[in-house]
């Protein structure tokens, strides 16, 4: 092998990972070598396994720490700076890393070592996070099948292939089956009152249908433009859901709502055997692993104890959100009578009627927030917020890091009072739609752990899709992004904030699924904040603040039809924990069945009898939300609880909201995954998590 080490900037295992060095064609070398050289290491542990921290976890972090610097880019690389090449390159190499991390993984020797430390007279003396780290480790091995023998172990291996072909099965259906519907609206006086987006959209779906062999529209038919047509909608969300709110013709929405709701229910692309038999092998892999039912297995590994205490969640938002259910429904009818539609109001009208109910409360748009919003105001803003909660200090540190583009700025973390460095961030804030993914997020960059007796401090990505600057214009920022910008800051400050120098547990990792969105949204809380929202705007022609209306009219468009979403969610939530626990698929009842008696405790709406709705929940039959549907209730209860610890002592008490934060950080930031989220969260709250504040903050209660 020659040593081209050197100059692989993927092969670096010290520092920032050199992103301005990296060039897909470098991806295959440094891989080949990092697999090889895992695969020795792996036999090495393997044979020289004792069951202590040093014989077993330290050797499996020492083996994962090559794979941060050289296969964690790539990934982050094809968010951020796609090409054919890289796609190519990740392409050749992804079958081989899954391979490799079953090994490590599914490895019985690992397993069968951890499980001796469990049993050592030792293991109380490790600390609670390294106990932690070997228990998650452990449970996910056991999940994989690792502990069972000879033909359960079989049928366990028949099982999970078995399910995940139904589950790729499944959400293929639900593609082809959106496919083959189309609707083609000619007449321009009917797409009267559509937004602007809706119309590009559907102009640009009809001018590619042309060419695809899915579509009625033929190949020399003449061009769409937005603004004349023809259009062309279906039931994927960006084209169906502003059709529904927008479009005045009752048929037609009638016609798409139909189509929607009974998506992937009969014909070639039909779902609903494949529901049946996914809840069957679910059932029986969960007896397989000794769990009584699926959402049982579900749960083993979430913030959640079992499913009482998801149903209890249930119950105490469900019973206060009705009523205001029952009269956002209510307003709805009254305005659709005033304004002359005389059937009573259906499914097709909800959509409808609620926008103009919207549009008639609160006049406002996000396009008129905008100037008040400057990218750089907006972060100062999220800065100051920061360091007064949490005693760090944020500084800019553009030049000292490396980038991919030379639009990415960089940031160091340090802790106030004793002014040592902490963390770094690197912000890449605005949309580059040839190379960057759609959407807004944070991923860890490198994690929080011991190398060669050093800790190495964590680093986070954050990447918006902002408007550039224009000339002198700076980037504006819609309201939803300043939203999804404290939202992504959220995760970040989890993983830089972390105090836990173990990678398996620090930062975000090893944190339960269903606790994963609190730090995140309890950042969010805080853009609803008026001085602190205040604060971080600017016109940028009058250097105004944000007017009083224009903040009232966000809070309170916020609860707006608050109850009638929270019970939509619900009744999602409820019907996957009913169907992977009591449900029997085995038994003469239908899974459609079970959505119907949820429904008609939970909506104010009863669905209509030919609703499949569960035939397109890809999220439950082909996504990893089965049995955890209710985790973006959960993590909501809990953020809009801890926040509530800061509405308790008064968000305008300096001293007592620093010193809470400062708590927030000690607790919930600091020990991340290092901790039971419970725990975590009643050393911050002095108790369990409570419905009450969710409610509250949402008008509900
Ligand atoms: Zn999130």
């Given at each position: 092998m020659s040593d081209a080490s050197n100059d692989n900037p993927f092969l670096v295992t010290r520092g920032l990972p050199p992103y301005d060095k990296m060039e897909a064609s470098q991806v295959a070398e440094a891989m080949d070598r990092v697999i090889a050289m895992a695969e020795k290491k792996i036999d090495d542990i393997e044979q020289n396994l004792t069951p202590t921290w040093e014989g077993v976890m330290q050797p499996l972090e020492a083996l994962d720490l090559p794979f941060s610097y050289a296969w964690s880019p790539v990934g982050h690389l094809l968010g951020v700076k796609n090409s054919d090449d890289l796609r190519t390159a990740h392409e050749a190499i992804q079958p081989r890393m899954v391979e490799l991390s079953l090994r490590i993984n599914q490895s019985r020797p690992i397993y069968d070592c951890l499980k001796a430390m469990q049993a050592e007279p030792d293991w109380d003396r490790l600390d609670e996070a390294q106990r932690r780290a070997i228990e998650g480790k452990v449970l996910q091995a056991e999940h994989a099948g690792v502990g069972l023998e000879g033909e359960q172990k079989e049928r366990f291996l028949e099982i999970s292939r078995e399910l995940s072909r139904i589950s790729t099965k499944f959400s293929n259906n639900v593609l082809d089956a959106r496919k083959q519907f189309e609707l083609i609206i000619e007449d321009v006086g009917n797409a009267e009152g559509w937004p602007t987006t809706l119309k590009q959209v559907a102009a640009q779906s009809y001018n590619e249908a042309r060419t695809s062999d899915d579509s009625k529209v033929a190949e020399d038919a003449g061009e769409a433009s937005p603004d004349s047509g023809p259009w062309r909608i279906t039931l994927d969300y960006p084209s169906f859901i502003p059709f529904m709110q927008h479009h005045r013709v009752r048929a037609d929405r009638e016609l798409m709502y139909r189509a929607q709701m009974t998506l992937a229910s009969s014909g070639e692309f039909n779902n609903q055997e494949l529901i049946r038999e996914t809840l069957k092998l679910r059932k029986e892999k969960a007896g397989l692993l000794g769990y009584d039912s699926f959402a049982d297995l579900s749960l083993?590994?979430?913030?959640?104890?079992g499913v009482s205490a998801v149903s209890d969640m249930f119950d105490s938002l469900s019973a206060p959100s009705k009523p205001h259910a029952d009269s956002d429904l209510k307003a709805l009818a009254e305005l659709a009578s005033e304004s002359g539609q005389t059937e009573s109001l259906l499914h097709w009208d909800t959509g409808f009627w609620a926008e103009r109910l919207r549009e008639k409360l609160f006049d406002y748009t996000d396009e008129e927030l905008r100037p008040y919003f400057p990218l750089s105001r907006v972060l100062d803003g999220l800065f100051s917020l920061a360091e007064r909660l949490f005693d760090v200090k944020i500084t800019r540190a553009d030049g000292e890091a490396p980038v991919w583009h030379d639009e990415v700025q960089y940031f160091t973390v340090a802790d106030a009072s004793t002014d040592e460095q902490m963390a770094s961030f690197y912000l890449d804030p605005y949309s580059r739609p040839s190379e960057k993914r759609g959407g807004a997020w944070m991923a860890g960059c490198l994690d929080r752990r011991i190398v060669d007796g050093e800790v190495r401090l964590p680093v986070v990505h954050l990447i918006c899709n902002g408007t550039p600057p224009v000339g002198d214009t700076p980037s504006l920022m819609g309201f939803r992004e300043v939203e999804t910008l404290f939202h992504e800051f959220g995760h970040g400050l989890q993983g830089m904030l972390t105090a836990v120098d173990y990678a398996e547990v620090s930062g975000l990792g090893g944190v339960e699924w269903d606790a994963v969105e609190l730090a995140s949204q309890f950042m969010e809380n805080w853009c609803y904040h008026k001085e602190t929202l205040l604060g971080m705007t600017q016109h940028v022609e009058s250097g105004e603040p944000l007017p009083d209306d224009l903040y009232e009219k966000i809070v309170a468009s916020r609860n707006f039809r608050a109850g009638s979403l929270l019970l939509r969610q619900l009744e999602f939530g409820k019907t996957d924990m009913l169907l992977h626990s009591s449900f029997d698929p085995n038994g003469s009842e239908t899974v459609f069945d079970v959505h119907r008696q949820v429904s008609s405790e939970m909506s104010v709406l009863q669905p209509l009898e030919e609703d499949r709705f569960l035939c397109g929940f890809s999220h439950i039959f082909a996504g990893g939300y089965a049995a955890g549907y209710y985790s973006y209730k959960w993590s909501e209860v809990l953020s809009a609880d801890a926040f509530g610890a800061f509405e308790e002592v008064g968000l305008t008490d300096e001293a007592k909201v620093s010193a809470l934060g400062r708590k927030f950080r000690d607790t919930i930031l600091a020990l991340g995954g290092g901790r039971h989220p419970m725990e975590l969260f009643k050393d911050f709250r002095g108790r369990e998590p409570d419905t009450k504040a969710l409610l509250r903050q949402t008008g509900l209660g």
């Open positions: 083993s590994s979430k913030m959640a104890s």
